[in-house]
């Protein structure tokens, strides 16, 4: 009787863990859609000749909350040139990449200083993100190979559930966990970790708009797990894609214009 008793416990709880997959690992669909290849339509969803952008960047910090308005050129995913437009604090400073260099210019020193090796990964203007994320090339096909391992719902939207491995790469974050919306290809959340498999960072989208046929990120909240505060709010204000921008935008020489 000892026995019935026990099986029957045992057959309800592995019901429950195969149903909930909060619970436990889901288990693999074989009609579920290769991650590659829904990696491949996200990138191509955000993918552009270039883009200028106005965004406002909300930073939760332990000792308050101040707001950054900045707007940025975007070049393909090599080159980019963004100023910080407020507050009057911050105004002026401008950060210029060009493939894998990073270089800020500060008006209040009247300095520019190149970024690179243990300065990547200190935090943009006391915000949960960092020089490093600024640097990372943003087609992730090129960085991650991608598994499909879960379904899910956000903002009432299905989502693929994709686990992405960086094939040994020297790159910020060894792995990812992405929620990407099944229709629209955008991503709705992400998790960012360490080799070692400690969750370092997380992403989570508030709004999605379309624009020109794409549907792009408005509202998004980043946090860095292993700082204090509230995390940071990256609100887009303005995008433009495929517009003319100036070669000499991307130079040093524009940093100190």
Known sequence: MKNQVFSWVAAVLLAAVLADPVAGEQIEDPSWPDGDAVLE??????????KVIKASMIIHGRRGTRTLSSRGWIEGTQRSFTEFLAPARERG????????QLWTFIPSTDRTIKISGHLLRQAVMGSDLSYEDLMEDPQLSAL???????????LERPCWILDLASEGRDIAYSTRRIWVDQERAVILREERFAKSGTLLKTTEVREIREVDGRWIAHHVVFRDILKEG????FVLEEIEFDVDIPPHLFSKASLRK
Do not use: F, I, P
């Open 41 to 50: 339509k996200v990138d191509a969803n955000a993918a552009s000749r270039n």
């Open 93 to 100: 400073t401008k950060m210029l990449k060009l493939e894998n």
């Open 144 to 154: 991650y190979q991608a598994e499909t391992t879960g379904v899910d719902t956000l």
């Open 230 to 233: 509230g995390g940071t709010e």
